[in-house]
């Protein structure tokens, strides 16, 4: 790892902080053309029965959706910083991995709090996570080492940015909105920035057996996330008939939708220290569509 960079990321920490409660608009009211979610991301956008969504109700999927996916962005950092506060313990604290880590819980625990203020903006009430997700992510925070954890935390980072970058560029997202997503992704590349400085080390020391454990490592923490986004309530929420129904057609149709969108930075993350191999590509293939 390079100490120079870290203690430089750092000292941008410290002297430039991003404050929510300044840096977004929380007074401005949407519009009536502002929308929520790209199109783009929206879960049935690109099917035929998108077509027969009235305005509004393709709003309020945006809208629903939009909160579900913050949501899982806040619990997932919550769980995140729950092992950084574990990690810390382990570190001497003139280490410069223990002084940044301060500086990322800091940005953590402010990007949650964000969370919970843009979802309250939106008037929006989360789809909580079912028994499986709550015992995967406790699960593995307790009992997974340091490293399965750093590459597992990159990956939804990775995601998140891509996300953010769709919102960011979308001329019609309403203001609050493209702001959270501003601050989020500045602070989120210093720890993107970080954490692969430090996966490089645990990378470089790795073998076939490792990397191939890292690689599906990553696999499923995308895949834990993406199952997190498309919920049958949605439909049922923004008045679909048969939500049933059109909640497996849309799960099909955003596991491709997440493929073309949102994995090419991971692929290449996956792809720098080597992370497919015949033990590995077949399941990137089958679980998330991957290209590889």
Known sequence: MDTSEVERLIKISREHPLLPETYIPWQLEPMPDDIFLPELLTSLQGLEIYDTLTPTQKLELGRHELVQVIA???????????????????????????????????????????????????????????????????????????????????????????????????????PVIKKMFDLHNIEEARHILFTKSLLKTYAAKAGYIKRTMYSYIILFNILFVRTMYVKREIYERIGMKDPDAVYKIAVTNFKQKFADTCLEDIIDFVGEWKGFNTTTRWAWRLLLNAKV
């Open 72 to 174: 899982s962005y806040a619990w997932g950092e919550g769980l995140f910083c729950v092992f950084m506060t574990r990690h810390l313990l382990t570190l001497s604290a003139d280490n410069v991995e223990h002084q940044f880590l301060l500086r990322e819980l800091i940005e953590e625990f402010r990007h949650q709090e964000m969370f919970a203020q843009a979802i309250a903006k939106l008037g929006g009430k989360p789809i909580q996570q079912n028994r499986m997700h709550k015992f995967l992510g406790e699960f593995s925070n307790k009992y997974l080492p340091a490293d399965y954890l750093f590459m597992g935390s990159v990956a939804v980072e990775l995601v998140t940015d891509v996300y953010g970058n769709h919102a960011r560029k979308s001329p019609s997202v309403y």
